[in-house]
């Protein structure tokens, strides 16, 4: 199985953290490939999962629903979220140990996995909402893609990512991963 790391995990908030903080007052409200949300709304998603990841992970209460996490300061939100969302994958033997969620167990290493491969799609999503470069890691992107196609090969996929795409085999691998997860994907210039 493709591996990632807490640090490719580091390397993809970062990246849509400066995607975030290039985001102008009046594009917070504009729509997303991600059709039911806006850019706030991704943002508010990005947010509210990091914190359900980070309470998996610690074994704490899960955040309440429905509550507006970004107030007047959505960058600082995410910011902060991913701050929770990292140490939580740093502690001794996260990685190793297995954790219920409401799809089962999965140990922690997969459950990193899963996060990014989400985050850096609605990273794409923002991205293209925006025209702000996102900067994504590639090879990050590439074994998040190799993740995603093998998990999600046997699962439904059905209140949770449309079907595939189609995308260039040559297009970068944020690009197939997004197609992948059903965004439609412009075609290469």
């Known amino acids: 199985m493709t591996t990632v790391s807490v640090e490719d995990l580091a390397r993809a908030c970062k990246s849509v953290g400066d995607l975030l903080a290039e985001v102008r007052p009046e594009q917070w409200k504009a729509p997303t490939p991600c059709t039911e949300w806006n850019v706030r709304e991704v943002v508010a998603h990005l947010?509210?999962?990091?914190?359900?990841?980070?309470?998996?992970?610690?074994?704490?209460p899960m955040p309440e629903r429905?509550?507006?996490?970004?107030?007047?300061?959505?960058?600082?939100?995410?910011?902060?979220?991913?701050?929770?969302?990292?140490a939580a994958f740093s502690g001794p033997g996260v990685l190793e140990r297995s954790y219920r969620g409401p799809l089962g167990s999965?140990?922690?290493?997969?459950?990193?996995?899963?996060?990014?491969y989400d985050l850096l799609a609605h990273g794409w999503d923002l991205a293209q909402a925006t025209q702000v470069p996102a900067r994504l890691p590639e090879d990050v992107a590439e074994r998040a893609l190799a993740f995603a196609q093998a998990q999600l090969s046997s699962q439904s996929r059905t209140g949770r990512f449309?079907?595939?795409?189609?995308?260039?085999?040559?297009?970068?691998?944020?690009?197939?991963?997004a197609g992948f997860l059903g965004r439609p994907v412009p075609p290469q210039l």
């Open 47 to 60: 947010v509210g999962m990091d914190l359900v990841f980070a309470a998996m992970i610690e074994g704490g």
């Open 162 to 177: 449309a079907e595939p795409r189609p995308v260039e085999e040559t297009a970068p691998a944020i690009d197939r991963l």
């Open 66 to 86: 429905g509550v507006d996490r970004l107030g007047d300061d959505p960058v600082g939100a995410y910011r902060s979220s991913s701050a929770a969302l990292l």
């Open 106 to 116: 999965a140990t922690g290493a997969e459950r990193l996995q899963i996060r990014l």
